[in-house]
Nanobody
Framework: QVQLVESGGGLVQPGGSLRLSCAAS????????MGWYRQAPGKQRELVAA???????NYGDSVKGRFTISRDNAENTVYLQMNSLKPEDTAVYFC?????????????WGQGTQVTVSS
């Protein structure tokens, strides 16, 4: 039902910035909850940021004040602006779309994009 394609990852120095983009398929994108998760080697996937269909946002504690999630429903795209990047932000970042099916949430995932923060 939902296809997600991330872009914008790469190598950046500590203190630098990156903007990730996630393009989603579907004519009902405006109804999807969207989010960004990340996973480093040997660690569990963790929430970075999420945005509801109404535009409310939620951030993981480690990125509050540094990252901003936004969405453009006309372009079926969600963004993650990452500022003041730290080495511990290094991970594969995955775009997430959340839909409702049978009264339960179903998560859809993109292929991931690598973000490396290093000097």
């Amino acid at each position: 039902q939902v296809q997600l394609v991330e872009s914008g990852g790469g190598l950046v120095q500590p203190g630098g910035s990156l903007r990730l983009s996630c393009a989603a398929s579907g004519s009902i994108f405006s109804r999807y909850g969207m989010g960004w998760y990340r996973q480093a080697p040997g660690k569990q996937r963790e929430l970075v940021a999420a945005i509801t269909s109404a535009g409310s946002t939620n951030y993981g504690d480690s990125v509050k004040g540094r990252f901003t999630i936004s969405r453009d429903n006309a372009e079926n795209t969600v963004y993650l602006q990452m500022n003041s990047l730290k080495p511990e932000d290094t991970a594969v970042y995955f775009c997430n779309a959340r839909t409702v099916a049978g009264g339960t949430y179903v998560d859809h995932w993109g292929q991931g994009t690598q973000v490396t923060v290093s000097s």
